[in-house]
């Protein structure tokens, strides 16, 4: 393995077409360590079995996405959500992975009340996050870009997931960094920099930001050194912050999904050890 992907981890849906063994199998290939897994993909494969073929394989599972969805106000969907999150938690610890990122939910339907939503992410993780510490799985609140504020996610910005995160014990609610999150937030360097002296910067993920979004911006993820971010700079910013852990990459994009997978990856890892490593 070359040593400028010795950190290098690739996210699941940066590849999606793969099948997991083919995923497998282009890891080995291509001298890839650690998958970030999704869980409708590795549901249909077989938790129990996924984690026998990663392991198989001595890839490392760097995350299991995601959890979260915490927002509804309704009695039954939020008690639904919960149990889905318990699920999630133990894929995670069965996969090997102490790290589950949560998207933690927009507002619910006909509402306009962020802080009431907040609140209710709050008092999930309150549920949540002793059982997690009990199976070994940290909770990872991503934020996500403001334009998902309405529909996905309330938490927009570091500060207001490590405001969340805070109020929990370090090795249960951390924060995930995400370049295309963040990126465009000048207070971001000073919140991971605080992240990091809490020991809260579970996983650091990279993807660019290319213009103009595609219709339907969820899949305008570009490939890295392809658009606006400074990718060394992050890099620099968590570094700095004591984060000396795997980098993902994870990538929303129809263009990447339409190839051949195994040259995504390989593409991506060359990416990664040019745009990223020094």
Not at 5 to 28: D, G, H, W, Y
Not at 82 to 103: H, K, M, Q, Y
Not at 165 to 191: K, M, N, S
């Amino acid at each position: 393995m070359s040593t400028a992907l010795e950190r290098f981890s690739i996210n699941q849906m940066t590849v999606k077409q793969l099948a997991l063994p083919e995923l497998v199998a282009a890891c080995l290939e291509s001298g890839v360590p650690g998958v970030g897994l999704w869980r409708e993909p590795v549901q249909s494969y077989g938790v129990e079995a996924t984690a026998k073929l990663v392991r198989g394989a001595g890839l490392t599972v760097t995350t299991l996405c995601r959890g979260g969805f915490f927002t509804a106000i309704d009695t039954q969907e939020r008690a639904g959500a919960l149990a889905d999150n318990r699920r999630a938690i133990d894929e995670a610890a069965t996969l090997g992975t102490d790290t589950l990122v949560l998207v933690s939910g927009g507002l619910p339907p006909g509402s306009k009340d962020l802080h009431g939503a907040r609140e209710r992410i709050a008092d999930a993780l309150a549920e949540l996050g002793p059982y997690a510490q009990r199976h070994g799985v940290r909770l990872a609140i991503e934020p996500l870009h403001p334009m998902y504020a309405s529909d996905r996610c309330v938490v927009s910005t570091l500060t207001q997931a490590l405001d969340l995160a805070e109020r929990f014990p370090a090795d249960q609610v951390g924060v995930a960094v995400d370049t295309y999150h963040i990126w465009w937030d000048d207070a971001a360097p000073r919140q991971i920099a605080r992240a990091g002296a809490g020991g809260r910067i579970y996983i650091f993920q990279l993807a660019d930001w290319t213009t103009p979004l595609p219709q339907g911006v969820l899949t305008g993820r570009g490939q890295i050194g392809d658009g606006s971010i400074d990718m060394r700079e992050w890099k620099g910013y968590v570094e700095a912050a004591g984060y000396t852990g795997p980098i993902e990459v994870e990538l929303f994009n129809e263009a990447l999904w339409a190839r051949d997978g195994r040259e995504v990856l390989a593409e991506t890892a060359t990416r990664f050890a040019r745009e990223v490593m020094p």
